[in-house]
């Protein structure tokens, strides 16, 4: 559920977030620049840039992907006035996996665009004003449990659930099997032929949202991707360290890697714990992840007083993704929002990704971007990160 709103919201402003301490340890990597020496020049070498990317973005950090599906079947199980339930039926002829999508419509909305979550497995995903937010402006939701395709157990071993049976000797942490349960309900929804297939979002909180910007970059089906508050392993900053007052004005420090693979080892690429403490050496960061959706719209919400998600460390990845998208000429297709409070999937960034799926359905006509692009620090007082710049701009 969303965290219980404060008696008084606190005003949004740039001292909003108090710093104590803001460490980097080593510069962004230059996405621009070819494993030879060479740099991208041409959009055409941005897309065999992107090639070199996958090895270390995609399959470093995650490890290999799984396969595309041997058989593809849904079932529906229930057929309600306005939300119906779907069995998918996917993976090898010998291994199905099966999990369940709600498809919840709108009302009056014919062939709505929908919003894609796979946080079924969280209690706010059924939250009737969090879905109200999009519902009530004529925008579908498909929300699934990523649980049902891979576990999500502390403790135990990596490669458990029902993907890792249907594929023995799998490579891949559970964040990339929780993305593939993201593609395979678009292939559902390709099935099923009741929303907008050129208006998909996808969204996600926290660890859902690590796999939401996995899933995103993956598939290009997609036409608007929202991680929100991510945390480190997806949309922060390896490279960053942050200490800030929290909301109650104690001391707290973001994720780092050590803490992800200490406590979910099992959700990331085998090869990430080598660079435990050594981040610097990383040959990418969470820029590229970011940089790999572009064109497309990529979204990323974060909160103020989430310190864990290094809100400052996310804000200089998006940034410096922005000079692929700026490249690509794409660059108002790149957003992002922080709130006041903590780490949550609150009703209010569902209403900003709402905003945004309405500002592609309706050719950008009447889109206010008012309460984008605001920081609750000031942005002088953070070092910059990157020496490079897109090769379009002197």
């Known amino acids: 559920m969303d965290e219980k709103r404060a008696t008084v919201t606190p005003t949004f402003t740039p001292t909003l977030l108090k710093i104590i301490k803001y460490e980097i340890t080593g510069k962004l990597p230059d996405p621009f620049l070819f494993e030879d020496g060479q740099r991208v020049a041409t959009e055409a070498d941005w897309a065999a840039r992107k090639k070199e990317l996958y090895k270390s973005v995609?399959?470093?950090?995650?490890?290999?992907?799984?396969?595309?599906?041997?058989?593809?079947?849904?079932?529906?199980?229930?057929?309600?006035?306005?939300?119906?339930?779907?069995r998918i039926k996917s993976g090898t002829?010998?291994?199905?996996?099966?999990?369940?999508?709600?498809?919840?419509?709108?009302?009056?909305?014919?062939?709505?665009?929908?919003?894609?979550d796979g946080d079924g497995c969280f209690n706010y995903s059924m939250d009737k004003q969090w879905l109200g937010a999009a519902l009530e402006r004529g925008v579908a939701w498909a929300i699934?449990?990523?649980?049902?395709?891979?576990?999500?157990?502390?403790?135990?071993?990596?490669?458990?659930?029902?993907?890792?049976?249907?594929?023995?000797?799998?490579?891949?942490?559970?964040?990339?099997?929780?993305?593939?349960?993201?593609?395979?309900?678009?292939?559902?929804?390709?099935?099923?032929g009741l929303v907008n297939l050129d208006c998909i979002a996808f969204t996600g909180h926290s660890r859902g949202g690590k796999t939401c910007a996995l899933a995103g970059a993956l598939d290009e089906r997609v036409a608007i991707v929202n991680p929100n508050e991510t945390c480190?392993?997806?949309?922060?900053?390896?490279?960053?360290?942050?200490v800030a007052l929290d909301e109650n004005g104690a001391e707290a420090r973001s994720e780092r890697l050590s803490d992800l693979w200490h406590n979910f080892y099992y959700w990331i690429g085998e090869g990430m714990g080598k660079y435990v403490a050594r981040?610097?050496?990383?040959?990418?960061?969470?820029?590229?992840?970011?940089?790999?959706?572009?064109?497309?719209?990529?979204?990323?919400?974060?909160?103020?007083?989430?310190?864990?998600?290094?809100?400052?460390?996310?804000?200089?990845?998006?940034?410096?993704?922005?000079?692929?998208?700026d490249f690509l000429g794409a660059g108002d297709e790149l957003f992002w929002y922080f709130r006041p409070g903590r780490h949550a999937h609150k009703t209010e960034d569902v209403e900003m990704l709402v905003s945004l799926i309405k500002r592609r359905e309706n050719g950008g006509k009447d889109f206010d971007d008012s309460r984008f692009f605001r920081l609750p620090f000031e942005e002088t007082a953070i070092p910059p990160i990157y020496d490079w710049k897109n090769p379009k701009r002197k």
């Not at 995650?62 to 939300?83: F, H, S």
């Not at 820029?287 to 909160?303: C, D, G, N, V, Y």
């Open 58 to 86: 995609i399959e470093l950090q995650y490890g290999i992907q799984p396969p595309a599906p041997e058989l593809m079947a849904v079932e529906m199980l229930y057929n309600g006035d306005k939300t119906r339930v779907y």
């Open 93 to 116: 002829e010998a291994h199905p996996v099966t999990f369940r999508m709600k498809l919840i419509l709108p009302d009056n909305a014919v062939n709505p665009p929908v919003i894609v």
């Open 144 to 192: 699934f449990d990523r649980t049902e395709i891979a576990n999500d157990v502390m403790g135990e071993k990596r490669g458990t659930g029902q993907l890792f049976e249907a594929y023995p000797g799998l490579e891949c942490g559970a964040l990339s099997a929780w993305a593939w349960g993201y593609s395979r309900v678009v292939d559902a929804l390709e099935q099923i």
């Open 232 to 242: 480190a392993g997806s949309c922060s900053c390896y490279r960053s360290h942050l």
């Open 279 to 325: 981040e610097s050496e990383l040959p990418f960061d969470c820029h590229e992840l970011k940089a790999m959706i572009a064109p497309r719209t990529l979204f990323l919400s974060e909160a103020a007083h989430d310190i864990w998600s290094n809100p400052v460390g996310a804000w200089q990845t998006t940034v410096a993704a922005k000079e692929v998208y």
